[in-house]
Every structure is written in C-alpha cells, then in structure tokens.
C-alpha cells in the first residue's frame, strides 16, 4: 500500500510539465485533423520531467506513443487510446496532446480488419494501470543520469513489473502490433546458404522482440512505419512560402 502510495506521488511529481522545453507544434491542427488515419502511430515529444527521462534514456525526440481511433463522425476530433502515467490506459481527443510536437507514423500493409484488431486490443486494456513500477525505475534517472552504454538504456526500460493489468504506452502498442504479427523493429538474422550454383545468398528471418524492450522512437525508425508529414500530404509547394527580408 505504502508502496503504490510512493508511486503515485512520484508519477504526479514527473507528469508535471517543465517551461521551456519541446520544440512546439510542427503543423498546424487542420492538417492534422486531415491526415491522421485509424491505426496510426501519433508520437509525442512531451515536456513533463517523465518526458526528459524518456527522451534521454532512448536518445530521441520522442517520449510517448498513442494509437489513433480516427473520428466517429465526419470533420470531428480524432480518438485515441494511450497510456497516462497518472490515468492509466484511456481514450483520449487529439487536442490532449495541446502544443506538443508529434509525429505521424504508418503501419503499411494492413487491411481493415487488422487495423480493427490492433484497435481492438487496445481498447480492451482501457482502465488498466500504468506500470508505476517502471516509474520508480525512470525516477532516480532524473536525479542522476547513469553513465552506462546505449545498448545498456533499453534494457533499462524492460525492469516494469510485468503485469497483465499495468502498461506503459510503447509495450502496449509494441502488443497490439504483435497480435496481428506486424513488425515494428525486428531481430533480423541472417541465414547464409549455399545455392546448388556454388554462389552464396542470403535469407532474412525476423525475430519477433520482446514487447517490453520497445520505447517511441521505435516507431520512427522502423522501416515498416512510414513518416506522414501533413503539410507534404496537403500539397507542399515551396514556391508558395513567403520569406522575410525578401
């Protein structure tokens, strides 16, 4: 009890947003109310003290990722479902993420039906905890940044404590992804066979990483997410921009 009480003072401690940081909104809302899709991949650079612990840990820009519903209704506000530190697995309007910077990142491939189970499977852990096991881990960071190797940081963010009721936004999409066996960033090995003509190929087999060892910018990198950006997606002419001093 005393335990989870220390928790959740601690993640209201760290969801508090810090002046001055976050490089603010790279497009306007109009476009992008236009170009988000269902099943896209919204991530978020946040500036609350969680946040830089994040952005430090995975040396990236992005400390947050939610899965977009689309809208129910045509010119309405896109849903989607993300896991807070304080409320836990909930729905959320895209004007919950204010001012912030945010990225839009695609699933490629994926019919209909597939996006409605990855949508599904995170709507069926709405109400579900935030693994504040992960923030007692996260919060001494903030004290004092340890000096470890990068590949040491991602183990790092897998010390949660691993249950079935408790997420954290990026393991939780990291599952939904995995329910219909889509990549996201994949141990890739290579198999070296000999071909009956003597010559030597090269097969890949993907690897299926754990969903505890993937943070946000997991999705940037990915080669099977694309990067929509929505003034491109909108017809971008730079002949139009008008420039000061000219």
């Not at 001055?20 to 919204?42: E, F, I, K, W």
């Not at 840990?57 to 993300?82: I, N």
Request: with cysteine; hydrophobic share 40%; glycine share 8%.
């Amino acid at each position: 009890m005393a335990l989870g009480m220390l928790g959740r003072m601690l993640a209201r401690h760290l969801a508090a947003p810090r002046e001055g940081y976050g490089h603010g909104p790279s497009s306007r809302p109009q476009l992008l109310l236009a170009t988000l899709r269902r099943g896209d991949v919204l991530l978020v650079e946040g500036t609350s003290r969680f946040a830089s612990a994040i952005k430090y840990l995975t040396q990236s820009t992005w400390s947050h990722a939610a899965l977009c519903l689309g809208t129910e209704t045509d010119g309405g506000e896109p849903m989607f479902v993300d896991a807070d530190i304080n409320e836990g697995v909930r729905t959320v309007p895209l004007s919950g993420f204010g001012d912030l910077h945010v990225r839009i990142c695609r699933p490629v491939g994926l019919s209909p039906a597939e996006i409605e189970r990855v949508a599904g499977f995170m709507l069926a852990r709405l109400g579900d905890s935030y693994d504040l096991k992960n923030v007692l881990d996260l919060a001494r960071y903030l004290l004092r940044y340890p000096p470890v190797p990068d590949p040491m940081k991602r183990r790092m963010l897998a010390l949660g404590s691993g249950e079935p009721t408790r997420a954290i936004c990026s393991t939780l999409l990291a599952q939904a992804f995995d329910s219909v066996r889509y990549p996201i960033l994949p141990e890739i090995e290579l198999l070296d066979t000999a071909t009956p003509a003597g010559r030597r190929s090269y097969e890949e087999i993907l690897h299926i990483r754990h969903y505890s060892l993937y943070v946000p910018r997991d999705f940037d990198v990915s080669p099977f997410f694309q990067v929509v950006k929505p003034r491109i997606e909108a017809g971008f002419d730079f002949r139009r921009l008008r420039w000061s001093g000219r």
